[in-house]
């Protein structure tokens, strides 16, 4: 089925204006066909960071805790799922605000590196929870 969102009966700023809630959660892509976009310059974002920058900057204005579910799949993190916090507390997965995910990512992108297999099934099970 394909969907149209011109055939909304609302625009995304009216859903804001009425009071829904946002909350951002973020699932990054640890895998080894993504190596190139993880490579960190202490002078430049990499496309992870670029990424992450330009959506969060304007979604987290809307998310009423700026607390953000942080996740990876893929890697070396130690796990029995395909699915892990990037602050290693499974118990509380949440980071605060775009320097929390930043730092998070930028801590998780030194310490684990990238392998495969690409699967996404316990993040989405994860964030939809």
Not at 23 to 33: E, G, H, K, L, M
Not at 63 to 90: A, I, T
Not at 95 to 107: C, P, W
Request: with cysteine; charged share 25%; proline share 5%.
């Amino acid at each position: 089925m394909k969907i149209d969102i011109r055939d909304w009966p609302h625009s995304f700023l009216e859903y804001i204006r009425g009071g829904i809630q946002i909350n951002v959660s973020i699932a990054i892509d640890f895998t080894a066909s993504n190596g190139s976009l993880h490579n960190t310059n202490p002078n430049q974002d990499n496309e992870y960071q670029k990424a992450m920058r330009s959506v969060c900057e304007i979604v987290l204005e809307y998310d009423s805790d700026k607390k953000v579910p942080l996740y990876g799949f893929g890697g070396s993190f130690p796990r029995d799922k395909h699915c892990y916090p990037l602050n290693e507390d499974s118990n509380d997965p949440e980071v605060y605000n775009l320097n929390g995910i930043m730092d998070t990512y930028e801590k998780a992108v030194k310490k684990y590196s990238l392998s495969a297999p690409t699967n996404m099934g316990d993040i989405l099970k994860e964030t939809n929870s």
